[in-house]
Each structure stands twice: as C-alpha cells, then as structure tokens.
C-alpha cells in the first residue's frame, strides 16, 4: 500500500517525490485505482498528471493561488 496522499502532503520537503509517485502509479493503474490508493480526489490526481514534464522536477511545484487581478 502507497502513503497516503493527505499524510505525506503535510511533509513540507518531500512533497515532489510524492506527486512523482502518484503520476507514475496513475499512468500505470488508471485515476480510479490510483484514488484509492492513496487516497485523494480524481481531480487532484489529474491535475498532477496534466502538469507533469518528463525531466523538470519543478513542474510539480505548487503554484501560486494568488489572483492575478483584483476588481
């Protein structure tokens, strides 16, 4: 069984080895499988998909959730 996705989320330096993990195992398994296996959402598991870049580690960096413009 993999870590949990909400238990090693909380490691603050370890985060990347895990998405890596999590698109390996979905490109393997499929999203369903992979959602229960480590226990997180469909949409989270593809949002780690679509932003994987074979060789840049830095493409499963979290992003910036601030708004680009204010009104």
């Known amino acids: ?3 949990n996705y909400w238990m090693a989320y909380r490691m603050r330096g370890e985060r990347h080895i895990l998405r890596q993990r999590l698109v390996a195992y979905a490109r393997e398994h ?8 480590f226990g ?3 949409n989270t598991i593809r949002k780690w998909v679509r932003r994987y870049e074979p060789g ?4 499963l960096a979290e992003r910036s959730r601030r708004p680009k413009t204010c009104p």
Do not use: D, I, Q, Y
């Open 56 to 59: 840049r580690p830095s493409s």
């Open 30 to 37: 499929g999203l369903k499988a992979t959602a229960k296996v």
């Open 40 to 42: 997180c959402a469909r």
């Open 1 to 3: 069984m993999e870590l």
